[in-house]
Structure formats: structure tokens, C-alpha cells
């Protein structure tokens, strides 16, 4: 080999690793920004489906194994009914106890704008059965959740909740009492609100498949305890019906806001600290002197 050729060989060389280089750059480049595109392409490719767009709102901490399930299934799902959709996930960054009832207020008020009606949605939580029914619930709230009924209140208590709501009824009501840290109960209290303004509240029909066909849950308990610790007097207080707090006094600061596609499916996350008022709520946080069951 002459020293021409070597020098042409090493040439071509260095060509096709620097075209390989910028090509590598290029896509590095675009990369950043593809989350973003995908997520608007995806909300367009919706925009043909009537008039409704449904806000999936996911209260949440520490799932991102469930998440990774959740988001793509739920997408899918809707898509088949054709019910256009966002999907945000209310994600609670402060070191508070869980506030579902709470999140579910600030992830309305961070939806509203584009959607006009909501699904509280567990992300635990994943529907199956196609009938189903995700759509707009102008005749009242309608309770996507298998239901189990509940002799002493009369009505049906969520078992990891999905309902729907527009909008407007979700204000008319006030949302949800932010009195609720730890797990449970808040959904009782939300029921009686919705008692209360004389909504009919609709249930699945025909579908006889059973629980374990209608759902699947992803929660394992033995794996993710809940805080169900009753602190102070949270016990009683938390069994009245609360006629102060809601939608309309939540404290919340939102720290920050990421686009991401999990598999096809657009998500928006929402990191928010809840904000606590002591002196209503002291059994808010989890403190060393904190654990007396009442005062
Ligand atoms: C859901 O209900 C609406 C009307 O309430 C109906 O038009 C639609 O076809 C239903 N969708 C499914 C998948 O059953
Ligand atoms: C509930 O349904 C009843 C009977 O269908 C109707 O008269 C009433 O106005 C409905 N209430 C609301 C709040 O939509
Ligand atoms: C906390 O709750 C108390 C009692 O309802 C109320 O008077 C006070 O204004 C609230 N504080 C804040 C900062 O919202």
C-alpha cells in the first residue's frame, strides 16, 4: 500500500466517523425536545373527539413502578372509547403525610383550564372491562369503581376510587375536604357532599363479569403499607361532615412541571408541596411526640 492510498483510506476514515459523529449529535440534539413534540402530537391526534376533554387526575407519591403501568394502559384504554384525555399526576414532594384528597383539589385547579371534566383515579388502579364508560357525565357523577356498599352510610364507599365528574360539580361541591392526611375516610366525607347538592350518582350497569375481570390492582399491601395512624383528634374530626375546607382554600406550592411519554402515553407531573395548617390539622405530620391517639 502506497502512502497515497493509506493517506485516502485513513481520509475516508475520518469521514465516515465524523458524518457518524454529527449524525450521533443530531439525534442527541433532537432528543431533548422529543418528549415535548411527541406529547402535543399525541394530544392532537385527539382533537377530533367531541366536545369533552377529561382531565385523568392521579394522586401520588413514590409509584413509579405502578406509574409505568398505569399511564400506558389507561391511555390505551381511552383511546379505544375514544375519550380525549390528559393525563396529570399530582405528585406530593413535601415530607407531609399523604394528602389524596388534597391533591385531587390542586390537580383540578391545575386542569380546569383544559379540561372539562375529571376522573380521581388511583393509580392503582386499572380499568378493563370496555364497557366501562368514560364518558362526559352531564346526568351526575358516576362511579367508575366497582362500588361496595356501605350499610351504616348508606351509599357506597370507594375501594381505591374512580369517579367522574364535570367540572362544575366538582365546584359546586367545593372538591374535596383537606383535612384528610393519611389514608382513608376522605371518601366518605365526599360522598356526603355530593348527597348533600342531590347528585345522581351513577353506577356501572350490566356488567357481570365481576371484580377481578371489571379491574386489575396493582396494590399489594404486604409490599406498601398505607399511613392509616390516627394522630390527635383526627379520629372524631375527621368523621364530620367539614363544611370549611376544600377546593377553594387548598395550599399548595407548585415546585415544578415535567412533560413525559411513558411508552405512547403523555403525561404532565405536577411536583406540589402541600402546604398544612396546624392549628386545623396537627395530625398532618408524622413527629416523635405525635403518636397519642387523641388529645
Ligand atoms: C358511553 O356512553 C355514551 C353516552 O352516555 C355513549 O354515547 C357511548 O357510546 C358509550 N361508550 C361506550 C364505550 O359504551
Ligand atoms: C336527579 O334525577 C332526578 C330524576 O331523574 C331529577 O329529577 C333530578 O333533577 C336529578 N338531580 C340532579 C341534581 O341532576
Ligand atoms: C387555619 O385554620 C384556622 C381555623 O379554621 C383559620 O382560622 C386560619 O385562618 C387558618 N390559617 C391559614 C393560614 O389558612
Redesign the pocket.
Known amino acids: 500500500m502506497g502512502p497515497m492510498r493509506k493517506f485516502v483510506g485513513g481520509l475516508l476514515l475520518l469521514l465516515a466517523s465524523s458524518v457518524t459523529i454529527s449524525v450521533l449529535l443530531a439525534i442527541s440534539s433532537l432528543s431533548p425536545n422529543c418528549t415535548q413534540a411527541d406529547f402535543y402530537k399525541v394530544q392532537d391526534r385527539q382533537s377530533s373527539w367531541g366536545p369533552h376533554r377529561l382531565a385523568i387526575i392521579v394522586p401520588f407519591r413514590d409509584r413509579f413502578e405502578e406509574l409505568l403501568q398505569f399511564a400506558p394502559h389507561i391511555h390505551d384504554f381511552l383511546n379505544k372509547q375514544k375519550i380525549k384525555h390528559t393525563i396529570y399526576v399530582i405528585n406530593q414532594v413535601d415530607k407531609l403525610r399523604f394528602n389524596r384528597a388534597s391533591l385531587i383539589n390542586v390537580g383540578h385547579i391545575l386542569s380546569r383550564k383544559d379540561c372539562d371534566y375529571l376522573a380521581m383515579h388511583d393509580v392503582d388502579l386499572l380499568p378493563l372491562n370496555p364497557k366501562l364508560n368514560y364518558s362526559y357525565p352531564e ?2 357523577p358516576f362511579h367508575v369503581a366497582s362500588p361496595e356498599y356501605h350499610p351504616k352510610y348508606h351509599y357506597s364507599t370507594f375501594v381505591g376510587g374512580i369517579l367522574l365528574l364535570t367540572k362544575e360539580q366538582f365546584e359546586l361541591v367545593n372538591g374535596l375536604s383537606n383535612r384528610y392526611w393519611g389514608w382513608g375516610l376522605e371518601d366518605d366525607e365526599f360522598f356526603a357532599r355530593m348527597k348533600e ?4 350518582i351513577s353506577r356501572p350497569q350490566n356488567i357481570n363479569s365481576g371484580v377481578h375481570n371489571t379491574f386489575r390492582h396493582l396494590h399489594d399491601r404486604t409490599v406498601r403499607r398505607r399511613d392509616t395512624a390516627r394522630l390527635f383528634n383526627q379520629k372524631e374530626a375527621t368523621r364530620k361532615r367539614d363544611r370549611l375546607t376544600g377546593l377553594a382554600d387548598v395550599q399548595y406550592e407548585l415546585i415544578s412541571t415535567q412533560h413525559i411519554t411513558i411508552d405512547q402515553a403523555p403525561v404532565i407531573l405536577h411536583n406540589v408541596k402541600l402546604i398544612c395548617n396546624y392549628s386545623l390539622t396537627p395530625w398532618c405530620e408524622h413527629k416523635p411526640g405525635n403518636t397519642k391517639k387523641s388529645l
Do not use: D, Y
Open positions: 346526568n351526575g347538592a342531590k347528585f345522581n
